[in-house]
């Protein structure tokens, strides 16, 4: 069954709306440069009342590992998404000050950058269209990546099916098409939730 990412939450209320509609991941964007960033302090609190069988994801851009291993040490989050130029040496000094799971963002802009994330020492890895325009990307760059992914870059309520039917993917990750001017939307939520899970149903 294909998995479910919910990022960029940030109110108590978008919590109380994953906690009725129960998908595997929600994510916390601590990176300062987004519309989404979250402070640790607040994130930490809204995690607190997050249902216990939903994995936090902590999202980073460049940010310095320490950091990152100390937001996953107190439980703040549960993995680490790294979005910036993070490569396998910063892994692997990541690695050292944590075993908790990293889940590796990759921009496709053709077929080459998709054989790139599949080469990653990541425990996963996510597909982006990376513009954060609320566009996709052409899936057909992907027929080379053999190993489960997340998928993300523009996906919504009303291509979430195709999305999963054509590919097939570990999860599909959601972020602006979840979202009325700017704030998370119950229900678009629940429509994209819908959406997914018909069709895996199917």
């Not at 490569?87 to 000094?93: F, P, Q, V």
């Not at 690695?95 to 054989?115: C, G, H, Q, S």
């Not at 972020?175 to 009325?180: D, F, K, L, Q, V």
Request: aromatic residues 8%; glycine residues 8%.
């Amino acid at each position: 069954m294909t998995k479910i990412k919910m990022c960029g939450l940030r109110r108590p209320e978008d919590i109380r709306a994953v906690n009725e509609l129960k998908p595997e991941y929600i994510g916390f964007v601590f990176f300062p440069g987004s519309r989404r960033f979250i402070a640790p302090e607040a994130a930490k609190a809204l995690k607190e009342n997050l249902d216990p069988g939903i994995e936090a994801v902590g999202v980073f851009v460049d940010e310095n590992p320490e950091t990152v291993a100390e937001l996953l040490a107190d439980r703040t989050i549960d993995a680490a998404q790294l979005h910036g130029r993070e490569d396998e040496a910063y892994l692997a000094h990541l690695r050292k000050l944590t075993n908790r799971p990293l889940i590796r963002a990759f921009r496709i802009r053709n077929a080459e950058d998709a054989l790139l994330a599949q080469a990653s020492s990541a425990e996963r890895i996510l597909l982006d269209a990376g513009a954060g325009d609320g566009k996709t990307f052409d899936w057909n760059w992907l027929r080379a990546v053999k190993r489960p992914y997340f998928l993300a870059g523009g996906l919504n309520p009303e291509n979430a099916a195709g999305a999963v039917r054509k590919l097939k993917p570990y999860a599909v990750d959601v972020s602006s098409g979840i979202e009325t001017d700017g704030f998370k939307d119950i229900q678009k939520m629940r429509a994209f939730i819908q959406a997914v899970r018909t069709e895996d149903g199917k």
